[in-house]
């Protein structure tokens, strides 16, 4: 197999940061964009969650497809193809005249990132081994994670002074620049035996990922007391079911179910849907404690969190080094208790915590995070044969999906259920003002708004604090299970070694592209 230069390492590197990059600051990006689209489209509720939503299910409904079409097509290509689909779905997404169109743009954009996430880590799987990288994915991890804190900061400064447009728009330049330097760069690689796809397997995939998914994100919107989230459950639960009862049976199955039977493999997926269920309790409260506990604007609020993605950069790069010192199974264990010291000091958050503090805790928590995505992400692509690359990336990335959704839907509606609980609703308030004060901290705030000086001080200030309260008792939860699992974690993975050489060392030639 023919190695990429040192030069051209580097500049592999940097596209595949650069293209994890846009899908990161895209996930983040909406949410500050959805008031002042909000305005202009004049959408229903229930175009609004599809806005927000519609994405993430494309994403998870097709990130195993696309891994195992990478595999067969081309990792280059099929990252160039994406990124080109994902340039063109940015561009309809910023000029959007409609809510219907808006939310067809962004169910592309969902598309396009199914194909760049694989890509991008079976294309370093096949380009570095060992630990160099190991390394190389510390560095993208944690550059990653800087790309979800970098959503809301680039959001919020174009916001202030463009349409709401300009959050997608800003997508362009970023994916000519990928294009060039990823056909200029990048090695084609791919299975050198295939096989065909299973169609019906394809189908039932997707049906049963957006049909889980979907179950879990109404769930915590609105419950379960709803036709719609029964019937997705039902084809969900259905789909996968008979996805997983069909693999064993295909010459190429999209997930061949023996890589579970590896210990290092099985145990990393694992532990990569319960630590992504807990983190993200953190993003389920920080934006809006930044800016309805604390009052602070949007770009504010940005900046505020970018001391914890600069831990979790640092954490990145340290992890290799971490790995050779102490062994996989002590670098992942290091990094959940860093988390959960992480959610221990989150709970201590009070309604006028001092910045310092916050500082400190979200240094804490991203190095946690850093260290438990690289131990997580490395095992995974170390462990499999080259060829199954793209397949064994989307599996790590469908985990992590799944793990973030579930996260949102139970730990979401936890705290929605202790706000609620906790929230002391002031004599006198009108019935209107008082569901909306009971729905959510935001209702809350627009009720006081709208109340005399004294009635809606006092209103917002009991909302805040039944806020607080309530997380603090779901960041102790997190805590209590970030703990468990670095006591699990260690056995999981002791006897995985430090290097992952490659276990098909001189098989699966890699077709290096013309420079």
């Given amino acids: 197999m023919t190695r990429p230069s ?17 899908i990161a600051v895209d996930m983040t990006v909406l949410h500050l964009a959805i008031p002042a689209l909000s305005e202009a489209l004049h959408p229903s509720t229930t175009q609004v969650l599809w806005i927000a939503d519609g994405y993430g299910f494309a994403l998870a409904g097709l990130l195993i497809t696309m891994g195992n079409l990478g595999d067969r097509i081309g990792r280059k290509k099929l990252l160039l193809t994406g990124a080109a689909l994902f340039g063109i779905a940015s561009i309809g997404t910023a000029y959007a005249p409609t809510a219907e169109l808006l939310i067809v743009a962004r169910v592309l954009l969902g598309v396009a990132a199914s194909t760049l996430m694989p ?16 390394a190389v ?3 993208s991890s944690g550059l990653t994670i800087l790309g979800f804190g970098l959503g809301p900061l680039i959001g919020g400064a174009l916001l202030g002074h463009f349409w709401w447009g300009s959050v997608f728009l800003v997508n362009v330049p ?3 620049l990928l294009l060039v330097a990823g056909a200029l760069v990048l090695p084609e690689s791919r299975n050198p035996s295939p096989g065909r796809i299973d169609v019906l397997s394809v189908a039932l995939s997707v049906l049963g990922m957006l049909g889980i998914v979907y179950t ?7 419950g379960f007391a709803h036709w719609d989230v029964g019937v997705a459950a039902v084809i969900g639960v ?25 210990r290092a493999f099985s145990a990393t997926i694992g532990t990569t849907v319960v630590a992504m269920f807990a983190q993200l309790a953190v993003s389920i409260f920080a934006t809006q404690y930044f800016q309805l506990v604390l009052g602070w604007s949007p770009l504010k609020s940005g900046l505020a969190g970018l001391p914890g993605m600069g831990g979790a950069l640092v954490g990145g790069v340290l992890s290799g080094l971490a790995i050779k010192k102490f062994g996989r199974a002590a670098t992942m264990a290091a990094g959940c208790a860093l988390s959960a010291a992480g959610f221990a000091l989150y709970s201590r958050i009070e309604v006028a915590t001092g910045y310092p503090y916050l500082v400190v805790t979200m240094v804490v928590f991203g190095l946690g995070l850093a260290l438990i995505i690289t131990v997580a992400t490395d095992t995974v692509l170390g462990v499999v044969p080259r060829e199954r690359a793209g397949a064994a990336s989307a599996i790590s990335e469908t985990a992590t999906e799944l793990g973030g959704a579930l996260g949102i839907a139970i730990l979401g509606s936890v705290l929605g259920a202790l706000y609620r609980d906790n929230l002391a609703l002031p004599p006198g308030l009108p019935p209107e003002a008082a569901t909306a004060a ?3 901290l935001g209702g809350a705030a627009q009720a006081a708004v709208q109340l005399p000086g004294e009635l809606g001080a006092q209103l917002f200030a009991n909302a805040r604090q039944a806020f607080v309260s309530g997380v603090q008792v779901s960041l102790l939860a997190s805590m209590v299970l970030m703990a468990l699992l670095a006591v699990a974690s260690y056995p999981a993975l002791r006897s995985v070694p430090k290097i992952l050489e490659d276990p098909d060392a001189e098989d699966a030639p890699v077709t290096p592209a013309a420079v």
């Avoid at 890509?119 to 190991?134: D, P, Q, V």
């Avoid at 259905?238 to 590896?262: C, I, K, N």
């Fill in 238 to 262: 259905a789909g996968l079911v008979t996805f997983l009862l069909r693999q064993p049976r295909l010459a190429e199955p999209l997930v061949d179910l023996a890589l579970f039977r590896r």
């Fill in 174 to 176: 970023v994916v000519a």
């Fill in 119 to 134: 890509s991008t880590l079976s294309i370093i799987r096949n380009a570095f081994t060992g630990k160099e990288r190991t």
């Fill in 6 to 22: 040192a030069r051209r390492k580097v500049g592999i590197v940097l596209v595949c940061v650069l293209a994890q990059l846009l």
């Fill in 438 to 440: 009971r729905e959510t």
């Fill in 137 to 139: 994915i510390g560095l």
């Fill in 216 to 222: 879990i994100k109404e769930v915590a919107y609105k």
